[in-house]
């Protein structure tokens, strides 16, 4: 390992989910091209987590870094509050045209389809704004139809989505969020569906949907990531399962928050991950793969009962939210290029082809006696490394791992010992190898 590689201790950067004190290397990115990292000594690495779930064609894909510069030599930014520009307007349309292709807008439970688009900057503040225009909708609710404004959220175990108050408060508590817990609200957590305990979860919903306990305090919203539980370890569920919950959540007129914030744009395998599930939620939170990984952008979908319940003549029933960076030209243009690639190529045969090489490794990992459940949906391969310590998030092997697959030349993050893979789909069948032969050696070295 060369100097640019280790950790400048007088750097003042202070970067995320980093134990400073640890001096754990941290290679200084140059250059990136498809699926490799160049830093700045030269060596490359092979990107295996999209660097952190967000490029979804490739680094520096030409379509998207042309559009971003054509729209950079014309309109920077500007304010969205009584503004309005091109690039946002086209990204607002293609998004509804993509729901409306790929999720069902006759679903008899909930016929209204997704009809409003509201921007903002990341996968968090789309799923605070989502939060925000449940509680928004009741508060209307409850004044046009009588009952009590409704504020509470279920949630499902195991889940993450965000780091802000409010989106820990509906995420799990952890190690994570233990110091800040004082400010987080109060939810009702459901079980995550492990395969054979779905119906104990569905029966959990429905109860907490009835309020039985309580008729006053009915839920507002369940937020759920749908298929792919992420941060929580990778953890899968059916569409059918999913399908259920909605089909609950609709039962007892309780809004469906899907946050596709990183199962959005072809992780599971097709554009959404209610796809499958044929359903649509009441609000649907994107960010991430949204430009293709190349800059910030977020939006939040809602309803039109949802964007009605904020419009009348008095202006105290406004949507009270902005971030200064509102539907950036710049991030738009880029949206718009990934969304114009989502029109015109076969991105789930791309997919495809990525997921079945991938099965060919994950069926050879599943005999490894240091592994167990080893799986994939879509491009996202995970399997869990069995050690004598403990596991979950703050697992000892984490950290070791990360080293390990550093000095191999590659860019993996394992969630404690669950070691996944979630590459942009360009990467080649030769890449995945390399991934796949360290992480075969690293069951070797660290498993029991
Ligand atoms: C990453 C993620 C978020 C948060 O997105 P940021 O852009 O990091 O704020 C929210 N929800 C899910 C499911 C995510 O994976």
Redesign the pocket.
């Known amino acids: 390992m060369t100097d640019s590689r280790m950790t400048d201790t007088s750097s003042p950067v202070w970067h995320p989910f980093t134990q400073h004190g640890l001096n754990e290397a941290q290679p200084l990115i140059d250059r990136a091209d498809g699926a490799t990292l160049t830093c700045r000594d030269g060596s490359e690495l092979i990107d295996g987590i999209s660097s952190w ?1 967000v490029v979804t064609h490739g680094h520096c894909h030409p379509p998207i870094i042309s559009a971003i510069r054509e729209q950079a030599e014309k309109l920077d930014q500007v304010i969205f509050a009584g503004f309005t520009h091109e690039p946002a307007e086209r990204v607002a349309k293609g998004l509804i045209r993509l729901t409306d292709r790929h999720l069902p807008s006759h679903d008899p439970l909930s016929p209204d389809p997704l009809t409003h688009v509201f921007f903002s900057d ?3 503040t789309s ?1 605070e704004v989502a939060l925000k225009m449940a509680l928004g909708y009741w508060h209307r609710h409850a004044r046009d139809h009588g009952g009590k404004p409704r504020h509470r959220i279920i949630v499902m175990e195991h889940s ?4 802000t108050i409010g ?1 820990m408060s509906v995420g799990a508590r952890g190690v994570f969020n233990q110091v800040y817990t004082p400010l987080l609200f109060d939810v009702t957590t459901i079980p995550y569906p492990a395969a054979g305990r779905e119906q104990a979860m569905l029966d959990a919903l429905e109860a907490a949907c009835r309020a039985a306990h309580d008729p006053a305090d009915k839920p507002a919203a369940l937020i759920v ?1 749908p298929l792919i539980l ?2 929580g370890g990778m953890l899968f569920y059916s569409p059918a399962t999913l399908k259920a919950m909605a089909q609950i959540c609709a039962a007892y007129d309780v809004l469906f928050i899907a ?1 596709e ?2 199962t959005a744009w072809g992780r599971t395998g097709t554009l959404f991950a209610c796809e499958p599930a044929e359903i649509t939620p009441d609000i649907l939170c994107l ?2 793969g949204m430009t293709g990984g190349s800059l910030p952008l977020a939006a939040t979908l809602a309803r039109r009962k949802i964007f009605d319940a904020h419009v009348s003549d008095d202006r105290a029933d406004m949507f009270f939210h902005s971030s200064s960076f509102t539907a950036n030209p710049i991030a738009c243009a880029a949206a718009a290029a990934n969304i114009a690639i989502w029109e015109s190529e076969d991105m789930p045969a791309r997919i495809a082809s990525r997921g079945a090489a991938m099965q060919q490794h994950i069926d050879r990992l599943s005999t490894h006696k240091a592994f167990t459940n080893a799986r994939r949906m879509g491009a996202i391969a995970a399997i869990d490394l069995i050690t004598t310590g403990e596991n979950g998030y703050m697992a000892d092997v984490a950290p070791k791992l990360r080293a390990f697959f550093l000095e191999r030349g590659l860019l993996l993050r394992p969630l404690g010992n669950t070691i996944y893979v979630l590459p942009p789909y360009c990467i080649s069948d030769t890449q995945l190898n390399q991934i796949f032969t360290a992480i075969d050696e690293a069951g070797h070295l660290f498993g029991s």
């Open positions: 779930w990341s996968g968090s799923v993450y989505h965000g780091d989106t990531e992420g941060s946050d914030v990183m960010s991430k």
